[in-house]
């Protein structure tokens, strides 16, 4: 990794062999004061956390499962699009696929390649830190059902994915500061916008055309009679297949 990274994301790692979860791991170190763009890496997690509660599976030596720490300096308004922008990253370091509102990363034929964690430390209207946790299925192996791996596109190897995608996370972080700009090519890559979509929150669940990408990040979605305004929610997209 040494050799291939550029940028400051990554210049402090660790690659470990079993951790529970490298989003604990890497609190751990915020706690300790560690600088924006450390980096844990796990080879296994053994309680590897995916969104919404969920847990994330992974295949050791097959898959990318690492965390990386943010402390932006930046209003919690300004947070929401923080998901966007690793997903835009992950769409940039790959070069295949699609996102999925607001941050996972499809294969051109629908099935998933990567996903993102983030879980935030917030004190009154600061954010003190970020962990950006993020899994990706590199090579092909017992992938859980509905998911994909890179190399079924491209020629990959899982040091020059890494080095390439905290590069391109560094620079996408740094265009929060041009939230118009990201929001742009987010919805060039965007696979959601214009689809049927089902989407679930903690109100429910509704259904509905995804018209637009708010300023503020949230997925619009028109249903017969009304607009939904989404800032948080899963989301599936129907006929896609
Ligand atoms: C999702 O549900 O799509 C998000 C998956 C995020 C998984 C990654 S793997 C590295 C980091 N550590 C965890 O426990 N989860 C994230």
């Known amino acids: ?7 400051s ?3 402090f790692y660790a690659y470990l062999g079993t951790v529970d979860s490298t989003q604990e791991v890497l609190k751990n170190w915020a706690l300790d004061g560690a600088e924006e763009g450390s980096v844990v890496l796990a080879e296994r997690q053994l309680k590897g956390r995916g969104r919404r509660g969920r847990a994330w599976a992974s295949e050791p030596g097959r898959s990318l499962t690492f965390s990386v720490l943010l402390r932006p300096a930046l209003p919690l308004s300004a947070l ?5 922008a690793a997903g835009l990253a992950l769409r940039d370091a790959s ?3 699609g996102l999925k509102w ?6 051109p034929d629908g099935r998933k390649l990567a996903g993102v964690l983030l879980e935030a430390q917030v004190s009154g209207e600061e954010v003190a830190w970020v962990l950006l946790g993020i899994g990706l299925n590199v090579h092909k192996g017992a992938l859980p059902e509905g998911a ?3 190399e079924e596109f491209l020629e ?8 390439r995608l905290l590069e391109c996370l560094e620079a996408r972080y740094a265009q929060l500061a041009d939230p118009e700009a990201l929001l742009r090519d987010y919805r060039t890559y965007s696979y959601t916008l214009g689809r049927r979509v089902r989407v679930t929150t903690t109100r429910g669940v509704l259904e509905g055309q995804a018209t637009e990408i708010a300023p503020d990040g949230a997925l619009v979605v028109q249903s017969a009679d009304t607009t939904h305004h989404i800032g948080a929610g899963d ?3 129907i006929g896609f297949l």
């Open 148 to 150: 994909a791996a890179l």
């Open 1 to 7: 990794l040494e050799a291939l990274r550029k940028g």
């Open 9 to 11: 994301f990554g210049a």
């Open 80 to 84: 929401p699009l923080l998901p966007l």
């Open 156 to 163: 990959v190897s899982r040091v020059r994915v890494l080095a």
């Open 95 to 97: 070069g295949v696929g």
């Open 235 to 237: 989301v599936e997209l």
């Open 102 to 107: 607001p941050n996972d990363l499809l294969s």
